[in-house]
């Protein structure tokens, strides 16, 4: 166990719907990062939030929003999906990037 | 913007082969430079970091040395085992940016 915990751990879901993929990170880290990793597009980066705070953002689509709350949890929500968002998608954390991050398993969506 | 270039896959070596996967970057500063592993059907786990010029990371057996004059990192290990087998991301972080990024992965499959 990383410490860092998503849920679910795989999604199937239909085109055009809407999901929402969650994210504790390792306790005391302040930083959330997701990423896609997809077989054609590899690991890309598309949000980072800080202590609630958005950070950085990559190359997420505007279909694509994510959130921290509070307690440090964050939520990332795909909406309108295509069958072209299946993919991994994996949340880390960290206490500070000269550190690494600790991963999460992922989450497996699949848009049929 | 910053990138990193790694050994294409895939890599298939024997029970105690020598192994080494090519990492080369492109960065403005010093960035903190990481190896990452994700075995069959888990995440990435941190397998080595070093944060800066000539510090050599090691865990495992696996060892990489941050070349600045060259700038590479390459992965290296004596003798590797099946249970190496795995996809392994070189990746960088810098000052500024504290996204990760990652190069293409490479997969490595060891044959007994």
């Known amino acids: 166990d990383s410490g860092v915990t998503q849920t679910p751990k795989h999604l199937i879901t239909a085109t055009g719907q809407r999901v929402t993929l969650r994210c504790s990170p390792r306790s005391g880290d302040l930083s959330v990062y997701w990423y896609q990793q997809s077989l054609d597009q590899g690991l890309q980066f598309l949000i980072q939030?800080?202590?609630?705070?958005?950070?950085a953002k990559g190359n997420i689509l505007e279909r694509f929003s994510a959130q921290q709350f509070p307690d440090l949890h964050s939520e990332l929500n795909l909406s309108s999906l295509e069958l072209g968002d299946s993919a991994l998608y994996f949340c880390?954390?960290?206490?500070?990037?000269?550190?690494?991050?600790?991963f999460g398993s992922g989450t497996r969506l699949t848009v049929v | 913007g910053d990138s990193v270039t790694q050994m294409e896959g895939p890599v298939t070596l024997s029970e105690e082969a020598f192994l080494t996967i090519n990492c080369t970057y492109t960065?403005?500063?010093?960035?903190?430079l990481f190896w990452y592993v994700q075995y069959p059907g888990e995440g990435l786990q941190l397998l080595l970091k070093a944060t800066k010029a000539d510090d050599k990371g090691s865990n495992k057996g696996f060892e990489a040395t941050y070349r600045k004059e060259t700038t590479s990192f390459h992965l290296e290990k004596g003798s590797v085992q099946v249970s190496d087998s795995a996809v392994y991301f070189c990746a960088l972080t810098n000052f500024g940016n504290e996204k990760l990024t990652f190069g293409t992965g490479t997969r490595l499959t060891i044959i007994p």
């Open positions: 880390a954390s960290s206490p500070s990037a000269a550190g690494g991050y600790t």
């Open positions: 960065a403005t500063g010093y960035p903190s």
């Open positions: 939030y800080y202590n609630g705070e958005e950070r």
